[in-house]
C-alpha cells in the first residue's frame, strides 16, 4: 500500500467492497475454527497452536460472531469462558484465562479443567455489546451474576495496596506475553527459548502457593499494575453498570460506575507521568524497608489505553495521538508496532516485541474515535484492512513489510472487521 498525499492509504477504501472481502475471509476462518465441548461451544484462536478456549479471545471472538451476525455463538462464547470460574475457595470469583474442556491442564495447573490466573477482563464489554446489539436482556440478566462476582474478585485479591488498580501475578496475564515491558521484573531478553522458560518457572512457582492470590503478591514474584488492563478494567466496570441499569439494579448501577471513576482517576494521578503525559505500567518491588512503587518506563502503545478508557483532558490526548502517528515511534506503514520504534530492543518479528497486532489496534482505535481524532482512527483501520486483504489472518504482522507471523489463521484478527463497522459509525 502507498500513502496518499496527505499520509493516508491511498488503495484499501473503507467501504462496502473492503467490508464484504473482509467479512468472507474472517467468516471461513471462524467457521473452522467453532468447537464444541458438552453443552458449550467457542472458538478455539487458532488450530494446533492455540487449541483450547481463551479468555480475552473469546470476548473478542463474541464481537466478531456479532459483526458476522452470528448473536447465538457470541452468547455461547461468553457463556463457555465463565463455566469455569473458581466456586470457592480464597479466589473464589475469578475467570481462568484458559479453559481446557477435554482436559490437560494438570501439568501446568494442577486442575485439569482450567488455568489459575486471568487475562484482561474484557467480559462486561463483550456481554454489553451482546446486549446492545441484540436487545436480548435475558441474557444479561443470566450472566450478570458471575461478572459481578468476577469484578469484584479483582477488586478483592487484586489490590493489596488499596489504590483502585489492580496487578497481575504473571506475564501471561497481560495478554502480552513476551513484552519488553516486562523485561526487567522477569529477566527477559533476546533469547526467546530462554523467556518462554522463565514463563514456565514462574508458572511452577504460583502453582506451588496454589496460584493464590495474595501469596503470589506477597511473594514479590511479579507484582505490576499494567496501564492496558487497568483501562480496560475501568471501562468494564462502566459496562457493567451499563448492564445493572438495564436491569434495573439501579444501587448497583450506581457503585459500579463509581468504582470506574475510581480507577480511572487513579490511572491518571498514578500511571500518568506529568512530565511527558506518558502513561506507564508500575511494578511493586522490594524495597530496603518496604515494597517501593516505580513506573516501568517502557514505550508500548498500551500508553494508548487511557483514551479507550476516556482518561485524559481532550488538550492531553492530542500528545498522546502526535506520540502514535509518529513515523518514528509508533506509525510505519502497518501501525501499531508493539514497542516505540525508537526503542533499541524493537523486533519488527518477534512475538509481542514490536509486531503488529490487530486486536491492539481496535482498542486504540476506539480510543481515537472517542477523542475524535477520527482521520487517524480511520487511517488506522484502513492500514489494517489492507494488512489482512494482503496477508490473511495471522497471529501477529512485521510492522513495516505486513508480513504474517506466529500463528496463522488467528480468531481474533477478525476485529479488523469491527474496525470497519467503527470507521462508519
Ligand atoms: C498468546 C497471546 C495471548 C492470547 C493467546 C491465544 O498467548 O499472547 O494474549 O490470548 O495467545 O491467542
Not at 480475552?56 to 460472531?65: E, R, V
Not at 522458560?197 to 493464590?212: H, N, P, Q, T, W
Not at 509486531?355 to 480511520?378: C, H, K, S
Request: proline residues 6%; aromatic residues 12%.
Amino acid at each position: 500500500m502507498s500513502a496518499g498525499a496527505d499520509g493516508r492509504s491511498d488503495e484499501v477504501r473503507l467501504d462496502s467492497g473492503t467490508r464484504e472481502l473482509l467479512r468472507e475471509r474472517v467468516a471461513e476462518v471462524m467457521a473452522k475454527h467453532r468447537v464444541t465441548a458438552g453443552p458449550y461451544a467457542y472458538t478455539k484462536p487458532s488450530p494446533r497452536v492455540y487449541e483450547q478456549q481463551w479468555l480475552w479471545d473469546s470476548c473478542f471472538h463474541a464481537i466478531i460472531h456479532l459483526d458476522l451476525g452470528d448473536a447465538e455463538q457470541a452468547r455461547r462464547e461468553i457463556k463457555a469462558a465463565l463455566s469455569r470460574q473458581v466456586a470457592s475457595g480464597p479466589d473464589a470469583g475469578m475467570v481462568p484465562h484458559m479453559n481446557y474442556f477435554d482436559g490437560g491442564g494438570e501439568p501446568l495447573w494442577g486442575t485439569p479443567d482450567r488455568s489459575g490466573i486471568t487475562q484482561p477482563p474484557m467480559l462486561a464489554f463483550a456481554v454489553r455489546e451482546i446486549a446492545r446489539r441484540t436487545s436480548d436482556l435475558g441474557f444479561v440478566r443470566g450472566v450478570f451474576e458471575p461478572l459481578r462476582r468476577y469484578y469484584s474478585w479483582l477488586a478483592a485479591r487484586r489490590d493489596p495496596d488499596g489504590d483502585g488498580l489492580v496487578s497481575i501475578i504473571h506475564p501471561w496475564e497481560s495478554g502480552w506475553d513476551n513484552s519488553q515491558r516486562w523485561d526487567e521484573l522477569a529477566g527477559f531478553g533476546d533469547d526467546e527459548e530462554r523467556n518462554k522458560a522463565i514463563r514456565s518457572e514462574m508458572c511452577a512457582r504460583l502453582k506451588g502457593v496454589g496460584f493464590d492470590s495474595a501469596a503470589a503478591l506477597v511473594s514479590g514474584w511479579f507484582d505490576v499494575e499494567p496501564v492496558d488492563f487497568n483501562c480496560i478494567y475501568a471501562e468494564n466496570l462502566a459496562a457493567l453498570a451499563w448492564c445493572a441499569r438495564e436491569l434495573g439494579f439501579d444501587e448497583s448501577a450506581e457503585v459500579l460506575d463509581q468504582k470506574a471513576t475510581h480507577v480511572r482517576e487513579a490511572i491518571r494521578d498514578k500511571m500518568r507521568d506529568p512530565a511527558t503525559g506518558l502513561y506507564f505500567d508500575i511494578a511493586t518491588v522490594e524495597g530496603e524497608e518496604r515494597p517501593i512503587e516505580r513506573p516501568i518506563r517502557v514505550e508500548t502503545p498500551a500508553m494508548f489505553f487511557p483514551l479507550f478508557a476516556g482518561i485524559p483532558w481532550p488538550e492531553e490526548a492530542s500528545a498522546l495521538v502526535s506520540k502514535l502517528a509518529s513515523p518514528r515511534s509508533f506509525w510505519p506503514q502497518y501501525p501499531i508496532p508493539t514497542v516505540s520504534m525508537e526503542d533499541p530492543r524493537f523486533a519488527p518479528d518477534r512475538y509481542w516485541r514490536g509486531t503488529t497486532w490487530v486486536n491492539i489496534n481496535w482498542f486504540v482505535m476506539q480510543g481515537l474515535l472517542r477523542y475524535g481524532f477520527r482521520d487517524v482512527a480511520e487511517d488506522l483501520a484502513c492500514r489494517t484492512a489492507d494488512l489482512v486483504l494482503r496477508n490473511g489472518l495471522w497471529e501477529y504482522y512485521d510492522p513495516h513489510t505486513g508480513r504474517g507471523l506466529g500463528a496463522k489463521d488467528l480468531s481474533w484478527s477478525g476485529l479488523v472487521l469491527d474496525m470497519v463497522r467503527l470507521a462508519e459509525t
